[in-house]
Nanobody, 115 residues
Framework: QVQLVESGGGSVQPGGSLRLSCAAS????????MGWYRQAPGKRRELVTSITKSGSRNYAGSVKGRFTISVENTWSTVYLQMNSLRPEDTAVYYC?????????WGQGTQVTVSL
């Protein structure tokens, strides 16, 4: 009973920045944690970063120091600030929410990093 819609994807040059947004609606008060996953062509979906209601944040080693996850106080929107982008960051990025041990996913937004 949670709907997630990503936005903010696009094409950027290496070293550039991009900010993704995920708008959550429905029973957002019951969200335990939210995060971002990505899937590149020919690869498995991987966890990029997550944040819990308790304030814990986790980052994949490949993005630590470059990406930052943040969330509105109401948890109505979660953001992914991506800096120093690299071609290997190219992927479809998915917003995820953990609600009472149930998983909810957004439709995904394409991020392409190239010259």
């Amino acid at each position: 009973q949670v709907q997630l819609v990503e936005s903010g994807g696009g094409s950027v040059q290496p070293g550039g920045s991009l900010r993704l947004s995920c708008a959550a609606s429905g029973s957002i008060f019951s969200i335990y944690s939210m995060g971002w996953y990505r899937q590149a062509p020919g690869k498995r979906r991987e966890l990029v970063t997550s944040i819990t209601k308790s304030g814990s944040r986790n980052y994949a080693g490949s993005v630590k120091g470059r990406f930052t996850i943040s969330v509105e106080n109401t948890w109505s929107t979660v953001y992914l600030q991506m800096n120093s982008l690299r071609p290997e960051d190219t992927a479809v990025y998915y917003c995820h929410a953990d609600v009472r041990n149930s998983d909810y996913w957004g439709q995904g937004t394409q991020v392409t990093v190239s010259l």
